[in-house]
């Protein structure tokens, strides 16, 4: 089996999507995944193809996949909510031109928070991701939206098999939709990682195992079913490493691994990405211990 894994890496005004290649690089990585700009704001820079062409040189040099890259679309996306329709279509248009940034850095995959329902129930905010998602459909080509399984914090929907399997079931172009799992949010949601392949079983029976294209590989700081969302590294969380590495070593899926744990002392000028440590550990199947050597 061969193990692709990365994290999420920065894409930045400064070299873009070869600076993301290099950061990946630099943690062993043979993927990754980016934001194309800010997660919380809509302003946008120019992709400058100068830099995707040394990007895309120096992917093929090290065995990186373009089809294992991964973008997630930012935060602010709420297609959940039709209160207001014109914010509604904004981020309609906000997504398809995301869709379209995807297409011009060559990348076929965007994840997608379905999105929160705060100004409706759950059934209409299911009816407004479905309607949202053919909009931008009609909009664009080629790329693909993954939906996230979602923790179930607040109104949060795609929190469930279930949920997921009534937003799929609208979409109209059936090729171009599939499922990011994150192992945090399962575990929030309710879900019991070390019976990882029961849960594959009911996917596969209501959704098809074979719309999983991506799984986001984090532990998580708080106990099953508390819907928080607050993500651990790997191996210091309530999933625990043994249960993780299940998960990355499961032959009934080959898709891309990206870490989104949080970095070692966080909030400090001495901060730093974990993701070397933890790909090593995960692909030696051994735990690596770097907090009791770097945290303060
Ligand atoms: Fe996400
Ligand atoms: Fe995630
Ligand atoms: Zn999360």
């Known amino acids: 089996m061969n193990l692709i894994i990365g994290s999420h890496v920065s894409f930045n005004n400064k070299e873009q999507l070869l600076g993301s290649v290099k950061e990946a690089l630099s943690y062993n990585a043979n993927t990754f995944m980016i934001y194309t700009g800010s997660t919380q704001s809509t302003s946008r820079s120019t992709i400058n193809d100068e830099f995707t062409y040394e990007a895309y040189k120096l992917m093929l040099e090290n065995n990186i996949d373009s089809n294992n890259v991964i973008v997630h679309a930012p935060y602010i996306i709420n297609l959940a909510n039709r209160k207001d329709e014109d914010k509604y ?9 995301e869709l379209d940034r995807c297409k011009s850095l060559g990348l076929n995959k965007i994840v997608l928070h379905p ?7 759950k059934e209409e905010a299911i009816k407004n991701i479905i309607d949202g998602i053919n909009y931008v459909y009609n909009k664009t080509t080629d790329t693909m939206i993954l939906l996230e399984f979602m923790a179930g914090k607040g109104t949060e929907v795609g929190t469930s098999i279930d949920e997921i399997k009534c937003i799929i079931d609208g ?7 599939g499922v990011c799992l994150d192992t945090c949010h399962m575990n929030d949601s309710g879900i019991d990682i070390s ?9 596969d029976s209501k959704i098809g195992i074979s719309k999983i294209k991506c799984i986001h590989l984090n532990d998580s700081l708080n106990n099953i079913g508390f819907h928080k969302d607050r993500h651990a590294n790997i191996g210091y969380g309530t999933i625990g490493f043994d249960n993780l590495l299940e998960v990355v070593y499961n032959d009934r899926l080959d898709v891309p691994y990206i870490l989104e744990t949080p970095y070692v002392n966080r909030n400090t000028n001495e901060s730093f990405a974990p993701y070397k440590y933890e790909i090593e550990s995960i692909r030696n199947k051994k735990f690596i211990d770097f907090k009791e050597k770097y945290e303060k």
Do not use: H, P, Q, V
């Open 115 to 121: 999105g929160s329902a705060t100004t409706c129930s």
């Open 171 to 177: 979409i109209d172009d059936k090729n171009r939709i």
């Open 89 to 97: 279509l904004f981020y309609c248009d906000f997504l398809a031109n």
């Open 195 to 203: 019976k990882f392949n029961e849960f594959l079983d009911e996917f």
